[in-house]
């Protein structure tokens, strides 16, 4: 077995803090987005749980949003229905929020503690899988242990 990177180590050891035994999976290939995530594992790309950091306008804070990978998140109900104005997350502040790069970031083990969206159509797979801290490291887990893992609120994104 391939030794993890450090960024990935970190969301392993997240897991197992958690009580999770989830393991972090080191693939030979990126999975940089959901369909390069979803080739290599053989897999649906629904059931890709891609990160993506914005940044709330008014406190400089960043929010997650957990989607399914065939969904594009809706930016304008996102932002209806938390009653704030979103904006875009560059790589410098989804480091600086979250520890981790963009394209490796998984939905737990924050440097920070970060506001989570989950979207509810990752309920309709049995086993999803999420980044785990590096662009060609994932993990598996169900959208319950989502939920629970992360304290996301579940709500439609598109």
């Given at each position: 077995?391939?030794?993890?990177?450090?960024?990935?180590?970190?969301?392993?050891?997240?897991?197992?803090?958690?009580?999770?035994?989830?393991?972090?999976?080191?693939?030979t290939?990126?999975?940089?987005?959901?369909?390069?995530?979803?080739?290599?594992?053989?897999?649906?790309?629904?059931?890709?749980?891609?990160?993506?950091?914005?940044?709330?306008?008014?406190?400089?804070?960043?929010l997650?949003?957990?989607?399914?990978?065939?969904?594009?998140?809706n930016?304008?109900?996102?932002?209806?229905?938390?009653?704030v104005?979103?904006g875009?997350?560059?790589?410098?502040?989804?480091?600086?929020?979250?520890?981790?790069?963009i394209g490796?970031v998984?939905?737990?083990?924050?440097?920070?503690?970060?506001?989570?969206?989950?979207?509810?159509?990752?309920?309709?797979?049995?086993?999803?899988?999420?980044?785990a801290?590096?662009?060609?490291?994932?993990?598996?887990?169900?959208?319950?242990?989502?939920?629970?893992?992360t304290?996301?609120?579940?709500?439609?994104?598109?």
């Open positions: 077995m391939q030794s993890l990177t450090a960024s990935a180590q970190q969301v392993q050891e997240k897991l197992l803090e958690l009580a999770h035994p989830n393991e972090v999976v080191k693939l290939d990126s999975a940089r987005t959901a369909q390069e995530a979803a080739d290599t594992l053989e897999c649906n790309v629904a059931q890709i749980a891609k990160s993506i950091i914005f940044k709330l306008k008014s406190t400089n804070q960043p997650l949003v957990v989607a399914s990978g065939i969904n594009r998140i930016e304008e109900i996102i932002a209806q229905k938390l009653n104005k979103l875009k997350a560059d790589a410098d502040f989804v480091r600086e929020s979250t520890g981790f790069v490796g998984p939905p737990l083990g924050h440097k920070n503690p970060v506001q989570t969206l989950i979207d509810e159509d990752l309920f309709k797979y049995e086993t999803i899988w999420a980044a801290g590096h662009p060609k490291a994932v993990f598996q887990l169900t959208p319950d242990e989502l939920e629970k893992m304290k996301g609120q579940v709500i439609s994104v598109k």
